[in-house]
T-cell receptor, first 113, second 113 residues
Framework: DTGVSQNPRHKITKRGQNVTFRCDPI?????LYWYRQTLGQGPEFLTY????????KSRLLSDRFSAERPKGSFSTLEIQRTEQGDSAMYLC???????????FGPGTRLTVT | AQTVTQSQPEMSVQEAETVTLSCTYD???????LFWYKQPPSRQMILVIR??????QNATENRFSVNFQKAAKSFSLKISDSQLGDTAMYFC??????????FGQGTRLTINP
């Protein structure tokens, strides 16, 4: 069990650029979640997958955001045409089926200049 | 609406003292799970303690215990014999089944030597 990993750990980009983050969950965890955390706040839910199916998306997830989980393994979160308001920590978590146990990755800190 | 409220933005105690962090939540469901997560500075979110709402007995994990008052929708965390390593942001959260976590705004706890 190597834990949930996220890459990159830090990303600095200019406004208007596209960025993509990757999350590798604990193997065989069928549920994967993305959260966004701004400075001094609690994480806010963005979206979640059960296997490869995206089952819920928050209204926070504008049409500039897209997430995928091909083959039900790793997941990617892409932000197009980044804005300064997108600057935040993006957290990934995974969970085994029928469990209320959630395991978080270290996060990707995005800074949009 | 599902919400979590942590009324103490910051707390500070001396090492070895006992400290209690407050949390209230709002849900219309009868079965759910409650959590306290710890997020040390620049480190990832880790689970401190969890409570199943249908269990009346308060959960305990070593120096950490909760006071769960279901009717009042209150879920406070008590840390006994506090240690320097307990310094962190603490988030109260809940979930209903295999669904997303809903987090509070967090309490920044500082343990002073």
């Amino acid at each position: 069990d190597t834990g949930v990993s996220q890459n990159p750990r830090h990303k600095i980009t200019k406004r208007g650029q596209n960025v993509t983050f990757r999350c590798d969950p604990i193997s065989e965890h069928n549920r994967l979640y993305w959260y966004r955390q701004t400075l001094g706040q609690g994480p806010e839910f963005l979206t979640y997958f059960q296997n490869e199916a995206q089952l819920e998306k928050s209204r926070l997830l504008s049409d500039r955001f897209s997430a995928e989980r091909p083959k039900g393994s790793f997941s990617t979160l892409e932000i197009q045409r980044t804005e300064q308001g997108d600057s935040a920590m993006y957290l990934c978590a995974s969970s085994p089926g029928l469990s209320d146990r959630y395991f978080f990755g270290p996060g990707t800190r995005l800074t949009v200049t | 609406a599902q919400t979590v409220t942590q009324s103490q933005p910051e707390m500070s105690v001396q090492e070895a003292e006992t400290v209690t962090l407050s949390c209230t939540y709002d849900t219309s469901e009868s079965n759910y799970y409650l959590f306290w997560y710890k997020q040390p500075p620049s480190r990832q979110m880790i689970l401190v303690i969890r409570q199943e709402a249908y269990k009346q007995q308060n959960a305990t994990e070593n120096r950490f215990s909760v006071n769960f008052q279901k009717a009042a929708k209150s879920f406070s965390l008590k840390i006994s014999d506090s240690q320097l390593g307990d310094t962190a942001m603490y988030f109260c959260a809940f979930t209903q089944g295999a669904q997303k976590l809903v987090f509070g705004q967090g309490t920044r706890l500082t343990i002073n030597p």
